[in-house]
């Protein structure tokens, strides 16, 4: 081990037990070393282990977690067998950490300055109470919050989310540890407030050479902050090396599968992407083998019998030989990159018909609670169409009125002001009876599968419940539309009798689009249909969504926050900000030449999986896959 | 604060009006009669006439309903029919012997509730939580009577260290009337010190797992703290809601405790006024302890806004 | 309330220090180690000496129920503080004999229709007013007034005339012959004529008696202080009691087993055997018999309008099992009401029923019933209950099954005196211990004019009258009292199962504590042994 | 989106459909220790009959027979009454009551939460309902209501589920108030179902998750008041048993013959475990 090794881990295995007492192995012989100084990524999908990894580095795993073989060398001590009093003096003054979800990660009831200087006192820093006030108002201060010094007595929800993920990291600084780990830091953000983020990570790297080790399950990510990247599947590392290289000319047919999943904000409108089918590997169920197998187009026969180790792969044509490893049994022995994916298909879609929604300056506002009754304008004179057959995609930031807008759309929430067209209808105020044909026809999918599924019920009994609220059918004509619709999205007539716990997300989405198109509505009103997805499935759901359009016609609102998924599946796009449109116009107009500043902001902040500088226009390249 | 106070208002007088015609009609409902408790045992009916007569109780219900509420606005709480003097002087008199059992009652609730909680939670030794179960499990299975009765077999028959039962102000002589007042609250507060315990168990448990216990984890705090100073004040605000709820189980349970203890309280009083049907003791005691629960409501509320300061920015 | 807790005696012996140790363990954060203890010595004395009289010396009465002012002049189950405030006219002896109180003499006119009574002149209020004549004849007349609820009310009404002869000579004239008036000379306590009404709220009662009241604190208890100008020579020999309020029998018990309290009558017998033991206290029962327990009949719902059935009811029970099980052994099982000591009292009285539940079955049989169903009524406290489920096995025994109806005092007594009460009722009554013609004219249940089992006969209503008017002794009076002993067990619409007596438990050093007729408390005598 | 739960997320696992939480919570260790103790109070109430070698009403002159006395193995009461017999049928009568009077009482407050749920206005009052019921003092109103009414079963049973009313109103207010605003239920509701049926179809079944705990927790609090009824004398009606008469009947002999309350006190104990274990175990499986 040379000096510059800060940390390695070897051979690293963690252990959890379900609830049925089995043990399930969600990290598996993982081995990597990261130096002074260097910023390494950890990427994967849900499942992948990889933030099990990065809280086994100080032994933080929750529950029934624990490291079952293996070692954390920390410049040579082994953090693995090392007892709680040694552990606390790793914890935040040499391994800082930073979580992903800054709304819980922060004590609500500690203002930001007591947070620190719990921090600070837990080692020390600082003689006294005034210093270390001084010294969290300097920490504040760096990591960018404005007038740090009147903030320290303000309490976490006062911030907004991106200045407590920055509280977060001032946290993780002010042990001034060597190494910050940083478990998805940006996934709760938006994408202006993560390039923000970002940045700062960045800088701090440069200024005060902390190691940075990223855990994200986003490429755009990888690309912009890491110069080496570990991919994870299954509880394995499957690739390991310099993030520019991994990312133009991937070794593993799972790194390779996840790139072509991910949406390129340079793609163009009405193509598709491919998705890696199937879904990620139940690790209490693993055997012995490649656990990327099962999905895995170029699976041989050996992939399935035996674990491939991770090894140096033979160099390819523009590499230098031995930078990245892979563990894949017919990647040590190939010499040529990944046969090329084929770049995004063209759909053919019909052109948009007849306008079917008309929207004209719809307002809402909320009255905050309170004796102040604080109100918020959600919505302040929005206006759209929307034709037969066409897909309006709606984008915005949190807090847009993007939500809003579909909740309106869908009569789920009545409108203040304006007016609702539906075939010409006014539907603004349906009556009780006509809002039930209003809901006929316009219905909607949420954005958490989770959520938006009632956990008690079967999926059965989900997608009949919009036919047995409108009348249709009798029982048996029920189940019959039931097995179509199920059938319809992709999932199996015998789905029906299991509750959303036992479905993956994707699957669940499939539940939620049945039930929505159950009624046979005309207008299908997307809300983030995609963002609590995970890559390789984001892909198979927009697929669905389009393949559905196509063949019932289907006018879709199409809400999200990534550009490049709403560029892809949109006619058209209405840029939101503030509750008020501030840009329309065909997708690829808006994304190529944009009007609007803010939408300018947002094309900018939207990270691209493979940097510019390594990738030539995209419409050209073989994009690996 | 006090805009919280104001907007409370209407509706804390609307539940003491509801709450004065309820006591006034459950207690007219009631059989038995004031004037026959108080003519004795063999008493004629010229003398049930005569109490009658004397105690307005021939008036029609309305006029004696509203006499009673007069009299509250006026401030004069009425007489005592049975057990002799006013009823504004008897109701002090116990108030302080109450106000007394149920507060060391819910200093007792607390420091026990949060031992139990807190071990409960974190003890890492099986016996301790095993104790604290046992403990915990007793506390609510053994009834406040028995409880009672085997406290002062230990601490006053057996080990001769406790006085038995009866009260002694604090305001005259506080070092032998904590010693009154050591069992009685015992025997009160266990019961809900149980439930409180469970409670904050429950509360620091959900607090240690949440993300923010973990942040401070990882930065190197130690777990003491992490226990009083991030878990604890989080499972705090929901435990405070629960004491407000119990401070009027403990007033409630008085009635027992005061009674195994000869306390002097308002417990003792109220049963006593009831047994005789003393009217206005009875109505005037209940409508204090209904206001004494709204107001313990309100209190609690802005404790638990000042405890969590996301309810004082909304 | 100030002194209801004796002070701690200076030395430290080994238990107080082991007490202190204890009590300092467990006051840990009320920083009370070493201070005053709260548990006292049994019982405080003045200065050390002999085993005979001395002066000094507190002693704390456990009292089951507070003092209830308004109920001054009625008997109520708390009537002890009575004799310490106040005194009355006369006393009986066991044996019903009168003796001087505040009356040193009295003479009967030949035809018992005035008496002329002669009264101390050396006695003087607490306030320092001397009592007349004139406070004897407002004591009457306030009796007098229905609103007293005075159980000797007819007695005192029977008095029509006041002749004062002097303020220390009284001649009472009487409407007619009465043989109870010492009953009432027993009962009537003599108060203040100008604060009877403070007395009734309970703010001054100002007596004649050996203590003077301090303070009276609801819920608590009443706190006494000697009163040094009491008109017996050098008495009382304490110089301070306190009545200590513990309603809860247990209670009652714990504070008289760790010596808190020195002196009590209330302790339900079931709670006695406890107390058997322990080396510092005697328990002393009194025969003269302060009440009975009864099972009550309504004689209008059948078929207990039906004589046999109600004797029938008389074999069924088991006094003497009720006596030793629901009781602790304490009392006299009888079927007659009256205590041992009662000029009324046979043996064959007593023994007129015994339990014999197939005699029972047999009457019941013969009135024609092989099975009866009828609802019991008792008090909803834990000691009555026990008598009441005591009474439901052994009537089930004899085929008749009733249903218990536990009910609040409040209900019960409106039940009681509004002629309300249900088939079957259990209870206790007074009035037995004096002379036998009062409990007729006095206690409700036998009351010949008017009485909650609405039993009438002319031939008792006869006897009753006329035992009250003839002379208390002799052998006409003898027979009438037979007499109505004998209609009371013929007709057993109230059938006595056990005569209670008072049980005193008092410290062993306690000495001299008598009671009277009435309960109410003597301590004139009373002192510590040191 | 990604992992930071612990577990592989759930709903991966195709292979067994996950277990019903309550189903889960039963099964687990600490389940299904609760379980046999509330089963083994139960049975013994239930098998009373059976098991008990005398009529629990039976007396005798036996009074205060110790343990192990041939023909009572639990010995006499004061009255002579065998207490194995009294421990049986009363444990019968307490659990008759418990079952009758808590879901009586979660049955009103949940109406009244429903009612709650209609309209803002109908929520105040009914909050003030709940403040008004929790303000009286249980047991002054038990001896209120038990004067009224005479004794017997139906005031302890009226008394408890009055004073579970609020418990179970206020807790099911409030996850209404919570589970309105999920999504699944603007799904509902956007899928056009009637604001009755997302209530009760949809919401109810969610919200109900934390009642089950508080059944399980109220039941022991129905005992407790059971007992402290029982003594102030507003109890069952006497000879009829109950732990809590029992109990207090066995109050005056604790020093002497303390194997009088022995027997309920371990029974009582024994219940009130298994049921807040239970609690336990719902809660931790709920909330997983």
């Not at chain 1, 081995?31 to 910023?39: A, H, M, V, Y």
């Not at chain 3, 719902?301 to 099980?325: E, S």
Request: charged share 20%; proline share 7%.
């Amino acid at each position: 081990m040379t000096a510059s090794e800060l940390l390695e881990v070897r051979g690293l295995d963690v252990e959890f037990t379900a609830p049925d007492g089995a043990a399930v192995r969600a990290v598996r012989d993982v081995s990597f070393t990261l130096r002074r100084g260097e910023t390494l990524a950890v990427v994967g999908e849900s499942g992948s282990g990889k933030s099990t990894t990065a809280l086994a580095l100080a032994r933080m795993l929750p529950g029934t977690g624990r490291i079952r073989a293996g070692q954390v060398l920390l410049d040579g001590q082994d953090l693995a067998t090392a007892g709680p009093q040694e552990l606390r003096q790793v914890r935040g003054a040499r391994i800082g950490m930073v979580f992903q979800d800054p709304m819980t990660a922060l004590n609500p009831v500690l203002t930001a300055g007591a947070h620190l200087d719990e921090a600070l006192r837990a080692h020390g820093r600082g003689r006294d109470k005034a210093a270390r006030r001084a010294r969290a108002a300097e920490l504040l201060d760096l990591v960018g919050i404005p007038d740090a010094g009147a903030r320290l007595d303000d309490h976490p929800h006062q911030f907004s989310g991106g200045q407590r993920q920055r509280i977060l990291i001032a946290m993780a600084l002010a042990g001034e540890p060597d190494v910050l780990v940083a478990d998805e830091p940006t996934t709760a953000l938006d994408a202006t407030v993560q390039d923000q983020i970002l940045t700062l990570l960045g800088d701090l790297n440069r200024r005060t050479g902390t190691a940075l080790l990223l855990i994200t399950h986003d490429m755009g990510v990888v690309a912009r902050s890491c110069a080496r990247v570990l991919v994870m599947y299954g509880g394995t590392v499957v690739e390991d090396g310099p993030t520019a290289e991994v990312l133009t000319r991937p070794r593993h047919p799972y790194t390779a599968g996840l790139l072509a999943a991910v949406p390129r904000l340079s793609a163009p409108s009405g193509t598709r992407l491919t998705g890696i089918p199937g879904a990620p590997p139940d690790l209490a169920r693993l055997t012995e083998g490649c656990a990327f197998a099962a999905r895995c187009a170029l699976a041989e026969d050996r992939c399935r019998t035996a674990t491939p180790p991770l090894a140096p792969t033979p160099a390819v044509p523009g590499e230098e030989s031995g930078t990245v490893r892979a563990a894949c049994w017919p990647a040590a022995e190939r010499h040529e990159p990944l046969p090329a994916a084929p770049p995004p298909v063209p759909i053919d879609r019909p052109r948009p018909g007849a306008v079917v929604l008309t929207a004209e300056k719809l307002g809402k506002t909320y009255r905050g609670r309170g004796r102040r009754g604080r109100t918020v304008t959600a919505l302040d004179g929005v206006s759209l169409t929307l034709a037969a057959g066409e897909t309006l995609g709606i984008v915005g930031e949190s807090g847009s009125g993007k939500s809003t807008l579909a909740r309106v759309l869908a009569h789920a929430h009545p409108s203040d002001s304006g007016t609702l067209r539906l075939g010409g209808r006014d539907v603004t105020r349906p009556a009780r009876r006509e809002l039930h044909t209003v809901r006929r026809s316009v219905q909607m999918v949420f954005q958490d599968p989770y959520a938006s599924l009632n956990p008690r019920m079967t999926a059965g009994e989900i997608i009949a419940e919009p036919l047995h609220a409108f009348g249709i059918g009798d029982r048996a004509g029920r189940a019959r539309r039931v097995e179509e619709l199920l059938l319809l999205v992709g999932l199996e007539p015998g789905a029906a009798h299991r509750r959303p716990r036992s479905f993956s997300g994707g699957q669940r989405q499939r539940i939620g689009i049945a039930r929505a198109l159950a009624p046979e509505p005309s207008v299908l009103v997307c809300d983030e249909p995609v963002s609590a997805l995970d890559v390789s499935v984001q892909a198979q759901i927009v697929g669905l969504l389009t393949d559905l359009q196509r063949d019932l016609g289907l006018a879709l609102i199409f809400i999200a926050h990534d550009l490049a998924v709403v560029r892809q599946v949109s006619h058209r796009i209405a840029v939101m900000h503030r509750g008020r449109i501030v840009e329309t116009g065909t997708a690829d107009e808006v994304c190529e030449n944009p009007a609007d500043p803010y939408t300018r902001a947002l094309l900018a902040a939207a990270p691209e999986p493979v940097p510019a500088a390594h990738l030539p226009r995209p419409r050209n390249t073989q994009v690996p896959a | 604060m006090r805009g919280h106070v104001l907007r409370r208002l209407p509706s804390a007088l609307l539940i003491l009006f509801v709450a004065s015609l309820v006591i006034f009609a459950v207690l007219r409902l009631v059989p038995g009669d004031p004037a026959t408790s108080l003519a004795g045992p063999d008493a004629g009916p010229e003398t049930v006439a005569a109490i009658r007569e004397r105690l307005g109780l021939d008036d029609s219900l309305p006029s004696q309903y509203l006499h009673w509420i007069g009299g509250l606005l006026t401030g004069d709480l009425g007489p005592s029919y049975a057990i002799g003097g006013q009823s504004a002087d008897l109701i002090s008199d116990g108030l302080g012997a109450t106000v007394e059992l149920t507060a060391a009652a819910l200093l007792f609730v607390i420091a026990l509730g949060t031992a139990f909680g807190v071990l409960g939670a974190t003890a890492r030794r099986g016996w301790v939580r095993a104790a604290v179960r046992a403990l915990t499990t007793g506390a609510l299975a053994v009834p406040p009577f028995v409880t009672g009765v085997l406290l002062v077999l230990l601490f006053a028959v057996l080990l001769k260290v406790l006085p038995p039962g009866g009260h002694v102000s604090l305001l005259t002589a506080p070092d032998l009337a904590v010693q009154y007042l050591l069992l009685p609250a015992l025997c009160l507060a266990l019961p809900s010190a149980a439930v409180l315990g469970r409670y904050l168990k429950d509360g620091i448990e959900r607090a240690l797992a949440e993300d923010y216990v973990r942040t401070a984890t990882a930065a190197g705090v130690h777990p003491r703290r992490l226990l009083w100073r991030h878990a604890l004040p989080n499972a705090l605000p929901p435990a405070v809601t629960l004491l407000g709820m119990q401070t009027g189980h403990l007033l409630g349970g008085a009635v027992l405790v005061e009674a195994i203890f000869a306390w002097p309280g308002l417990g003792q009083l109220a049963e006593q006024a009831l047994t005789r049907r003393d009217y206005p003791v009875v109505q005037d005691l209940l409508l204090l302890l209904v206001t004494v629960f709204v107001v313990v409501q309100l209190i609690t509320d802005l404790v638990y806004a000042w405890l969590d300061p996301r309810i004082r920015w909304e | 309330m100030t002194e209801l807790y004796p002070s701690m005696p200076g030395r430290l012996s080994r238990r107080s220090a082991l007490r202190s140790a204890g009590g300092g363990a467990l006051l840990l954060g009320f920083g009370l180690a070493g201070c005053r203890s709260a548990v006292s010595e049994t019982g405080s004395a003045g200065q050390e000496g002999s085993a005979g009289p001395r002066r000094g010396g507190t002693v704390s009465v456990a009292i089951n129920s507070d003092f209830t002012p308004s109920l001054l002049f009625a008997q109520s189950s708390q009537s002890y503080q009575h004799r310490l405030i106040y005194n009355t006219l006369t006393r009986y002896d066991d044996r019903l004999t009168p003796h001087p109180e505040l009356a040193t003499s009295w003479d009967y006119a030949a035809d018992g229709r005035s008496i002329t009574l002669r009264l101390r002149s050396d006695v003087t209020f607490h306030d320092g007013r001397p009592f007349t004549a004139d406070d004897v004849i407002f004591a009457v007349k306030n009796l007098q007034n229905p609103a007293r609820a005075a159980q000797l009310r007819s007695t005192a009404a029977v008095i029509t005339g006041f002749d004062k002869r002097g303020d220390h000579e009284l001649v009472l004239r009487l409407a007619h012959r009465v043989n109870n008036l010492f009953d009432l000379f027993e009962f009537m306590i003599i108060t203040d004529r100008n604060s009877v009404e403070e007395a009734l709220k309970g703010t001054r009662l100002n007596g004649t008696g050996p203590f003077k009241l301090t303070k009276w604190s609801p819920g608590s208890g009443l706190s006494f202080v000697r009163n040094d100008a009491y008109w017996l020579k050098d008495r009382p020999y304490l110089d301070a009691v306190e009545f200590r309020v513990v309603s809860q029998a247990d209670a009652l018990v714990s504070s008289l087993r760790t010596g808190q309290s020195q002196l009590s009558f209330q302790v339900p017998g079931r709670n006695l055997a406890v107390l058997k033991d322990h080396p510092d206290l005697t328990i002393t029962p009194y025969d003269t018999g302060a009440g009975a327990t009864y099972l009550g009949v309504n004689t209008t719902i059948a078929p207990l309008n039906d004589r046999t059935v109600r004797q029938a009811l008389a074999y069924a029970v088991d006094r003497d099992r009720l006596l030793a099980q629901s009781l602790g052994g304490y009392g006299l099982a009888s079927a007659a009401p009256w205590p041992k000591s009662s000029p009324a009292f046979t043996e064959t009285g007593r023994t007129h029923y015994t339990h014999d539940p197939a005699n029972a079955r047999q009457l019941l049989k013969s009135a024609g019933h092989t099975r009866l169903d009828l609802p019991l009524l008792h008090l909803a406290l834990p000691g009555d209950t026990a008598v009441a489920e005591s009474l439901q096995y052994d009537l089930k025994q004899a085929g008749v099954h009733v249903t218990l109806q536990p009910t609040d005092p409040a209900t019960a007594q409106k039940n009681l005196i509004s002629q309300k009460m249900p088939a079957l009722w259990t209870m206790s009554h007074g009035f037995a211990q004096v002379q036998p013609s009062t409990l007729a004219v006095s206690a409700y249940p036998f009351n010949e004019a008017r009485n909650t089992s609405k039993f009438h006969s002319a031939e008792y209503t006869r006897v009753v009258q006329q035992a009250w008017t003839s002379p208390a002794t002799g052998a006409a009076a003898g027979r009438l009292r037979q007499e109505i002993s004998d209609i009371l067990l013929d007709e057993a619409f109230i059938i006595d199962l056990v005569i209670r007596g008072n049980v005193q438990i008092a410290a062993r050093r306690l000495h001299g504590v008598t009671l009277n007729k009435f309960s109410y408390l003597d301590l004139d005598h009373a002192y510590l042994a040191g | 989106m990604t992992a930071t739960a612990p577990l592989p997320a759930t709903g991966k696992r195709p292979r067994t459909a996950p277990r019903h939480p309550y189903r889960a919570a039963l099964a687990s260790a600490r389940g299904r220790t609760g379980l046999v103790l509330v089963a083994l109070v139960v049975l013994a109430g239930l098998l009373a009959p059976l098991l008990a070698g005398h009529s629990p009403t039976d007396q005798s002159s036996q009074s205060l027979a110790p343990l192990g006395t041939p023909g009572h193995p639990l010995g006499t009461d004061d009255l002579g009454r065998d207490l194995l017999a009294r421990l049986l049928y009363g444990t019968r009568a307490d659990l008759g009551i418990i079952v009758l009077s808590v879901p009586l009482g979660a049955l009103l407050g949940c109406l009244f939460a429903l009612l709650a749920a209609v309209h803002p206005v109908l929520d105040t009052a009914v909050q003030r309902l709940f403040d008004l019921v929790l303000a009286f003092p249980g047991l002054i109103l038990a001896l209120a209501v038990t004067a009224i009414l005479g004794p017997g079963r139906l005031p302890v049973v009226l008394v408890i589920a009055l004073a579970e009313i609020p418990a179970f109103g206020r807790l099911l207010r409030g996850g209404i108030l919570v589970e309105r605003e999920r999504e699944y239920a603007t799904a509902a509701r956007v899928g056009g179902s009637s604001r009755i049926r997302v209530l009760t179809r949809h919401i109810l079944p969610n919200a109900a998750d934390p009642l089950v705990v508080q059944i399980a927790v109220s039941l022991t609090v129905a005992v407790f008041v059971e007992g402290a009824m029982s003594f102030l004398g507003v109890g069952v009606r006497p000879p009829q048993p109950t732990l809590g008469s029992v109990l207090s009947q066995s109050v005056p002999y604790l020093s002497d013959a303390p194997h009088f309350a022995a027997g309920p006190l371990i029974t009582v104990t024994a219940l009130v475990l298994g049921l807040s274990l239970i609690a336990e175990a719902l809660n931790r499986e709920i909330r997983r």
